[in-house]
């Protein structure tokens, strides 16, 4: 539909019969100008049509008020005038020709046809053959981990040997729904068959600890978080508020255990534990927490002696690594007694340093 009837037909409203007459005029690109009055019935209009595809004006009765079988008369007059009958006659004489030799081509092309259908049969019956091919489900769910490993060929359950299959190759990256393609061919016809793909978060989290033993006096007390690295999970992100600690440490001398456990969205747990000793408070010098404590309380060491001007620094001991902060601890304690012995410093304290609420060493305070 051209522009131009288009525009027309957005101005003017008409019945179905009307419409179809202006179609068949803007498809043989007559002047729709002579059409296009509304008050024309739809025979009125066929008139006007057959009048512009002769090359005849049909002016002389492009009048509403006309009826459309006077217009026929004035139009059939018009085409005598024109000697439009004769090249008709003239028309119909030549199409008929064209039409007996068509006829004689048509019979030749179908005997050639026929001995090409015959001599193709096997591979056009191919065109007729269902192409059989079955999964062993609709649906499959399979976890994250496992994705870079699929077989898309365990879930095919039958298929006719002779075609030709390709398997999906679409990306899958993420947790979500993804609809994987077979292709299956006979070498003529081509069939797709759909696979769902669920994949689901099957990793779980991971619970970072500084250390994983701990050894304390048993006038002492530890804070379980302070162990507390991290928790993270590759989907869910940073899990520190999720994480659930279970302690039964006493403070009676004996070896204790401090669980930590944490669930992701898809219900992945991790766990992961210290084990903590408590031993007898022996007398000494100094009182302080053992090695590995990263808890609120400190460990601090004083002379008895006049105080001393404090020369001593102030020094921070960071993990080199997770796990060994028994050892940073020792080298903080051994640096701090030292200063003390040595009459740098009247005493001494030892917290634990944290950078953004994490433990990452022992800071010693002299006084």
Same mark, same amino acid.
């Given at each position: 539909?051209?522009?131009?009837?288009?525009?027309?037909?957005?101005?003017? #409203?008409?019945?179905?019969?009307?419409?179809?007459?202006?179609?068949?005029?803007?498809?043989?690109?007559?002047?729709?100008?002579?059409?296009?009055?509304?008050?024309?019935?739809?025979?009125?209009?066929?008139?006007?049509?057959?009048?512009?595809?002769?090359?005849?004006?049909?002016?002389?009765?492009?009048?509403?008020?006309?009826?459309?079988?006077?217009?026929?008369?004035?139009?059939?007059?018009?085409?005598?005038?024109?000697?439009?009958?004769?090249?008709?006659?003239?028309?119909?004489?030549?199409?008929?020709?064209?039409?007996?030799?068509?006829?004689?081509?048509?019979?030749?092309?179908?005997?050639?046809?026929?001995?090409?259908?015959?001599?193709?049969?096997?591979?056009?019956?191919?065109?007729?053959?269902?192409?059989?091919?079955?999964? +062993?489900?609709?649906?499959?769910?399979?976890?994250?981990?496992?994705?870079?490993?699929?077989?898309?060929?365990?879930?095919?359950?039958?298929?006719?040997?002779?075609?030709?299959?390709?398997?999906?190759?679409?990306?899958?990256?993420?947790?979500?729904?993804?609809?994987?393609?077979?292709?299956?061919?006979?070498?003529?016809?081509?069939?797709? @068959?759909?696979?769902? @793909?669920?994949?689901?978060?099957?990793?779980?989290?991971?619970?970072?600890?500084?250390?994983?033993?701990?050894?304390?006096?048993?006038?002492?007390?530890?804070?379980?978080?302070?162990?507390?690295?991290?928790?993270?999970?590759?989907?869910?992100?940073?899990?520190?508020?999720?994480? @659930?600690?279970?302690?039964?440490?006493?403070?009676?001398?004996?070896?204790?255990?401090? !669980?930590?456990?944490?669930?992701?969205?898809?219900?992945?747990?991790?766990?992961?534990?210290?084990? @903590?000793?408590?031993?007898?408070?022996? !007398?000494?010098?100094?009182?302080?927490?053992?090695?590995?404590?990263?808890?609120?309380?400190?460990?601090?060491?004083?002379?008895?002696?006049?105080?001393? +001007?404090? !020369?001593?620094?102030?020094?921070?001991?960071?993990?080199?690594?997770?796990?060994?902060?028994?050892?940073?601890?020792?080298? #903080?304690? #051994?640096?701090?007694?030292?200063?003390?012995?040595?009459?740098?410093?009247?005493?001494?304290?030892? !917290?634990?340093?944290?950078?953004?609420?994490?433990?990452?060493?022992?800071?010693?305070?002299?006084?």
């Amino acid at each position: 539909m051209s522009k131009a009837l288009d525009d027309i037909f957005n101005t003017y #409203a008409y019945s179905t019969q009307q419409k179809y007459q202006l179609k068949l005029a803007d498809q043989k690109n007559l002047n729709l100008d002579y059409l296009k009055n509304p008050k024309y019935d739809w025979e009125q209009m066929r008139e006007i049509r057959i009048a512009l595809e002769y090359g005849i004006d049909p002016t002389a009765f492009c009048n509403p008020d006309i009826p459309s079988d006077a217009m026929q008369d004035i139009r059939i007059t018009l085409f005598e005038n024109a000697g439009i009958y004769e090249k008709e006659h003239e028309l119909i004489k030549t199409k008929r020709l064209k039409r007996i030799l068509l006829t004689a081509f048509m019979f030749i092309l179908l005997i050639v046809g026929l001995g090409c259908l015959y001599i193709n049969r096997d591979y056009i019956m191919l065109y007729y053959k269902d192409i059989y091919f079955e999964l +062993t489900d609709e649906k499959i769910d399979i976890g994250l981990s496992k994705i870079d490993s699929i077989d898309y060929t365990e879930y095919i359950e039958d298929y006719d040997k002779s075609n030709k299959i390709e398997l999906p190759n679409e990306d899958i990256e993420d947790i979500g729904n993804y609809t994987v393609t077979y292709t299956i061919s006979n070498q003529v016809k081509i069939k797709e @068959v759909h696979l769902l @793909v669920h994949v689901y978060d099957d990793t779980a989290p991971i619970i970072n600890l500084s250390i994983h033993s701990v050894s304390i006096s048993e006038d002492e007390s530890i804070d379980p978080s302070n162990y507390i690295v991290s928790v993270t999970d590759n989907v869910d992100g940073d899990l520190l508020n999720n994480i @659930v600690i279970d302690s039964n440490v006493q403070s009676t001398p004996g070896t204790y255990t401090i !669980t930590y456990s944490v669930n992701d969205n898809e219900g992945n747990t991790a766990t992961d534990s210290i084990k @903590v000793k408590v031993t007898e408070t022996t !007398t000494d010098n100094s009182t302080n927490s053992n090695a590995t404590s990263e808890s609120n309380s400190t460990s601090s060491s004083s002379n008895s002696t006049s105080a001393k +001007t404090v !020369t001593a620094k102030n020094k921070i001991f960071y993990f080199e690594s997770i796990g060994d902060a028994n050892d940073i601890y020792n080298k #903080a304690r #051994a640096y701090a007694q030292n200063c003390v012995d040595n009459g740098t410093a009247n005493g001494y304290e030892i !917290t634990p340093y944290k950078e953004n609420d994490i433990n990452i060493g022992y800071k010693v305070t002299f006084f």
